[in-house]
């Protein structure tokens, strides 16, 4: 079968690391390009971040640096859950810089999607400021995408906010523009990565599983997404697994809005599921996850890669 080619749009990220490592070592998943974005960390950190993992992984992926702000609002990182570099923890080799491209995110994403024979499937696991500056500029590639499947939002509470989810609430008027693209759009939220834990028996595992498990040990040692005692949230790693294992989860077609004007809900996604909104759907939202699945697939696809 012919691999489903994607485009990962990411702020690496100690979560991001992992979910990106998932891609590149899938045999269903063909990682044409990698863009990044201010989120997790600054820009620059979360590139150099990305061109270290591809050096760490000996994968030639190009990197595209995006957005080094959100649309509207001054960035306000998550430094506290990923610490100050973004991946820090581990000591990796010298980022592969040849592998930057010249070309920034938004027009490197139109050239691959415009250039690709078979439609491009979006992966922001970021806030997701690049993608909503893809639309705005060149609406056309929309006819060449074929779903956009993200990490972010929720269908309870948030991370950033009471009633917001970091990758969405750091750039909220990105959000709305990717929901109401009219693209087929499905939303993996905090809410399910909730659910999507690595526990301290998994990770005693993980650290067995060759380069990649040892890497990832040292970093879930410093990753306050949860704890390592009781669980890590692998929250990105949850829109791979739509891609790559959507069994594992329970999934509503809905509408989805982005609250912006809300003095205390900004940023939140207003998941419609009993439709008091009269909207058709735009939106297919993960609501569960099977959380055993999840560790399961979760550690097979781990010790897939090197
Ligand atoms: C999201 O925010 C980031 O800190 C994680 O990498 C993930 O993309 C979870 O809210
Ligand atoms: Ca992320």
């Known amino acids: 079968m012919a691999k489903r080619p994607v485009i990962i749009d990411t702020d690496p990220g100690i979560d991001d690391a992992l979910a990106i490592a998932i891609a590149l070592f899938s045999d269903e998943l063909d990682v044409k390009l990698i863009t990044t974005t201010a989120g997790n960390v600054s820009l620059e950190n979360v590139t150099n971040n990305a061109l270290k993992l591809l050096s760490f992984f000996g994968k030639d992926v190009p990197v595209a640096a995006g957005a080094p702000r959100p649309l509207i609002e001054p960035l306000v990182d998550a430094s506290n859950v990923h610490g100050v570099t973004g991946m820090e923890g581990f000591d990796f080799p010298e980022p592969k810089t040849e592998l930057l491209l010249k070309e920034n995110a938004v027009n490197a994403m139109r050239r691959v999607i415009m250039e690709s024979e078979e439609p ?48 969405v609430a750091t750039d909220p008027e990105a959000a709305k523009i990717v929901f109401d693209s009219g693209l087929p759009v499905a939303m993996a939220g905090l809410d399910v990565g909730w659910n999507a834990l690595v526990y301290p028996q998994d990770s005693e595992k993980i650290r067995e599983m060759g380069k990649t498990g040892d890497m990832a040990y040292c970093l879930f040692k410093k990753y306050r997404g949860g704890s390592f005692g009781t669980g890590l949230k692998m929250y990105d790693s949850c829109a791979m697994a739509y891609l790559l294992c959507p069994e594992m989860f329970t999934i509503e077609e809905t509408f989805v809005d982005i609250e912006l004007r809300g003095e205390m809900t900004r940023g939140c996604t207003v998941v419609d599921l009993k439709g008091y909104l009269k909207k058709a759907p735009n939106a297919k939202v993960c609501t569960a996850i099977d959380g055993d699945k999840f560790r399961e697939w979760f550690l097979d696809s781990v010790s897939k890669c090197i």
């Open 120 to 167: 491009i499937t979006l992966v922001p696991i970021a806030p997701m400021t690049n993608i909503a500056l893809l639309f705005s500029m060149y609406p056309e590639v929309k006819g060449n995408i074929k779903e956009i499947v993200l990490m972010g939002g929720s269908a309870s509470r948030g991370n950033k906010g009471v009633m917001s989810e970091f990758n």
